[in-house]
Structures are given as structure tokens and as C-alpha cells.
């Protein structure tokens, strides 16, 4: 089994195309069969395995980038971790091609694999959208509503009450499904959206940390020097140092 108790900095997505792997998601353990995905959030905890004496297979691959929430609601996967997908041949392409441009690293390499995945992403969301239709329900995008909310509101000053108003649900229903769906708090949520904004205006402008600190929505900068340092083990301005500016 991998054991990865602080998971990693991105997020991991894998197919399971040979023999039986056990995954352990949100605590609970699955047994998947071969043809499926399954996935885990940055710094979420991993555990997961397939049985030695069987023969398996199995492809992978690590994402990270701004957005990729709205993808994964997108493409039907907030509240799916694990799922059968089934065989198809441009699975186990996409994959390949995937592995070859990293590997070869030719000029675009990055653009490349970037438009494999996004492929691949939309076979997922093809065969998750005929199984919902087959079944006649629907995905749920509640909690999606108030995380766009979170990203085009961030720099303001944000409440749980007004998210769960925007999920139509209790503010106790929905502080539950959230945590559920996205393994953090609305709150946690929000200041990670922040500190990752912090750090795109660190490398592409030339605001001071109090400036970016107000930009973000943190009004007290030694508040917003604490969590960048508990986050990313650095304080700002050993970060913009990293950088080459100064603070």
C-alpha cells in the first residue's frame, strides 16, 4: 500500500485498468475493479494499494493549477472520488502521450500535456453524464455556486450564513456537505484561495506584503504573515526573497 499521511502539494487522479486496488477515501475503504478512477485533493491523505497476488495495472497522473475546482465540478467529480469509468482504448492513449511529452520534453511539452488531460477529462464527463442520464438524477452544484462565490469575492469580507444562502441550505447542512465534498471548512477554504492568490501577485507584481495583504482580503498583515508561513513554511518575505525582490 502507498501511505501518504499529508498527501501531496497537487492533486493525483488514477485509473485502475488491471486487477483489484484497494483505496481508502474520506476514511472509508473501496474495492475498485479495473476500468476505474479515483482521486485526491492536495495535502489530503492517501492510502491506496493493489493486492500482490494479483496481476495489475494502473495509470496515473498529478495536476495542479487555479480553476481545477470549477473543472471538477465541471466535468462531475465534486462528489464522485471514485468511480467506473469502463475501458476504452483513449484512456490508456491519453495517458501514454501524456508520459511521452514528459519524458521527451520537447518544445511545448507542458501546452501538450495540458490538452491530453483536458481530453481525458472529457471522456470522464461523457461516461459520468450517460450513467447520471441512465439513472435520471442529477449532479448536485449547491456547493459549487458558493465556491465560484468564494473566487469572484475573495478580497471581501466573507461568511458561512450568506454561503449557505447561496446553497439554499442551513448554514450547518451546508458547512457538513462542504467539508464533505472538498475535505476542509468553508473557512480553511477561503483562506487557502487567498494565500494561493498572495502568491500570484508575489511573482507578478511589485506590491509590498501589505499591499497584497489587503488585496487578498487579510486586513492584518502579521494575521496574513502567520498563515502564508503555516501554509507554504515560509514567511513572506523569505518568499519574495526566493524571488529575487524585496519586501
Known amino acids: ?43 489530503e491523505e492517501q492510502l491506496y494499494g493493489h493486492r ?22 465541471q466535468v462531475g467529480l465534486l462528489e464522485n472520488n471514485a468511480f467506473f469509468a469502463g475501458f476504452d482504448d483513449r484512456i490508456v492513449s491519453l495517458f501514454g502521450e501524456m508520459m511521452d511529452e514528459l519524458r521527451d520534453k520537447q518544445a511545448g511539452y507542458e501546452l501538450a500535456s495540458s490538452s491530453h488531460l483536458s481530453y481525458l477529462f472529457s471522456l470522464i464527463s461523457r461516461q459520468l453524464d450517460r450513467e447520471v442520464n441512465a439513472k435520471g438524477g442529477h449532479v448536485r452544484n ?23 444562502e447561496i446553497s439554499h441550505l442551513s448554514t450547518d447542512r451546508y458547512t457538513a456537505l462542504f467539508k464533505r465534498l472538498t475535505a476542509t471548512t468553508p473557512n480553511r477554504y477561503i483562506i487557502r484561495f487567498r ?12 506590491l509590498n506584503i ?9 486586513e492584518d498583515q502579521l494575521y496574513f504573515s502567520r498563515m502564508f508561513k503555516k501554509h507554504y513554511h515560509k514567511t513572506p518575505s523569505e518568499y519574495l526573497s526566493d524571488l529575487g525582490r524585496q519586501s
Open 52 to 73: 500482490l497476488e494479483k496481476e495489475y495495472l494502473a495509470y496515473w497522473v498529478h495536476f495542479t493549477g487555479y480553476g481545477v475546482e470549477e473543472l471538477l465540478n
Open 1 to 43: 500500500m502507498t501511505h501518504r499521511k499529508a498527501g501531496r502539494k497537487d492533486f493525483y487522479l488514477s485509473y485502475n485498468l488491471s486487477g483489484p486496488m484497494t483505496v481508502y477515501l474520506k476514511g472509508r475503504e473501496h474495492v475498485l475493479r479495473p476500468g476505474s478512477f479515483f482521486w485526491y485533493r492536495p495535502f
Open 142 to 164: 449547491e456547493i459549487y455556486e458558493s465556491i465560484k462565490y468564494i473566487h469572484q469575492h475573495y478580497a471581501e469580507e466573507i461568511y458561512v450564513n450568506r454561503l449557505a
Open 210 to 218: 501589505q499591499q497584497i495583504a489587503n488585496m487578498v482580503g487579510f
Open 195 to 206: 494565500l494561493q492568490r498572495s502568491r500570484e501577485l508575489m511573482k507578478h507584481t511589485s
